[in-house]
């Protein structure tokens, strides 16, 4: 079993900053991939970075490309979403999630584990 806790969500003004953060802990491998996702009132979760644990490529989703950098410290048991340059379309809840495997992927379903989701709100 993996449980994923997420920190660092709020409410921010259109063109600042958050950095969310994602603890790991129990069964973490370093064949394990996370990803950060968002969900929006009324809408599925949509995928927004995702990284191996081990480290390697990042993937982001179109729109938020250049802003958003998603990060991981193994030494922490935590991945990070730096966001930049928000936008009140960036409001949403943000889960982070993993998935046994190290490839990565932009399909929620793929991921078995995911935290209980922080905040986001931009301010326009």
């Known amino acids: 079993q993996v449980q994923l806790v997420e920190s660092g969500g709020g409410l921010v003004q259109a063109g600042g900053s958050l950095r969310l953060s994602c603890a790991a802990s129990?069964?973490?491998?370093?064949?394990?991939?996370v990803g950060w996702f968002r969900q929006a009132p009324g809408k599925e979760h949509d995928f927004v970075a995702t990284i191996p644990w081990s480290g390697g490529t990042t993937y982001y989703a179109d729109s938020v490309k250049g802003r958003f950098t998603i990060s991981r410290d193994n030494a922490k048991n935590t991945v990070y979403l730096q966001m930049n340059s928000l936008k009140p379309e960036d409001t949403a809840v943000y889960y982070c999630a993993a998935k046994s495997g190290s490839w990565t992927s932009p399909t929620p379903r793929a991921y078995g584990y995911w935290g209980q989701g922080t905040q986001v709100t931009v301010s326009s």
């Open positions: 129990g069964q973490v491998s370093s064949t394990y991939a």
